[in-house]
T-cell receptor, first 109, second 112 residues
């Protein structure tokens, strides 16, 4: 079992809809949680980070963390075609930064 | 401000050849990481260095060695390249436990 798991997708949503991306992790010692976006052929870039249980909002993005369920999610409101990319969940645990396999999101005009 | 710089950007090796991928960061970060990325596999951690002078294995260390030369530089060495090591390699750095990692532009390596 991978330490960080995501649905690989692809996830397809219409423009203007809410995209919901999910991630689970196995190590209860995990300390911080990140969502990265990666366009094809490019490096990952940070979208959001979250450390505490609950929700954290930044513009159209909301990250949710539930440590009891070992679950972190990313909601993208008013999805745009420019949001089409691979979204990577990452967890920092004991000095390591471990990534999930990524979820490919496609936003259709 | 260059951030994280990787060299080379592209490389083709023959099976059995050796090479070193270079990574340098100018953000005074303590932690540095090497990842490989294959289609559908996300980023898999090869080795990481939590601070200058320390290195630890990640998820897929076999066939690789690393050197944390100083606080700025973290190199990845393939002693005897194999076709299975064909991949895109990313170097990253971060300040500490609660901070995000910044990535280099990647090295596309092909082993024939």
């Amino acid at each position: 079992q991978k330490e960080v798991e995501q649905n690989s997708g692809p996830l397809s949503v219409p423009e203007g809809a809410i995209a919901s991306l999910n991630c689970t992790y196995s190590d209860r010692g995990s300390q911080s949680f990140f969502w990265y976006r990666q366009y094809s052929g490019k490096s990952p870039e940070l979208i959001m980070f979250i450390y505490s249980n609950g929700d954290k909002e930044d513009g159209r993005f909301t990250a949710q963390l539930n440590k009891a369920s070992q679950y972190v999610s990313l909601l993208i409101r008013d999805s745009q075609p420019s949001d089409s990319a691979t979204y990577l969940c990452a967890v920092k645990v004991w000095g390591k930064l471990i990534f999930g396999q990524g979820t490919e999101l496609s936003v259709k005009p | 401000n260059a951030g994280v710089t990787q060299t080379p950007k592209f490389q083709v090796l023959k099976t059995g050849q050796s090479m070193t991928l270079q990574c340098a960061q100018d953000m005074n970060h303590n932690s540095m990481y090497w990842y490989r990325q294959d289609p559908g596999m996300g980023l898999r951690l090869i080795y990481y260095s939590a601070s200058e002078g320390t290195t630890d294995k990640g998820e897929v260390p076999n066939g690789y060695n690393v050197s944390r030369l100083n606080k700025r530089e973290f190199s990845l060495r393939l002693e005897s390249a194999a076709p299975s090591q064909t991949s895109v390699y990313f170097c990253a750095s971060s300040e500490g436990t609660r901070t995000e990692a910044f990535f280099g532009q990647g090295t596309r390596l092909t082993v024939v």
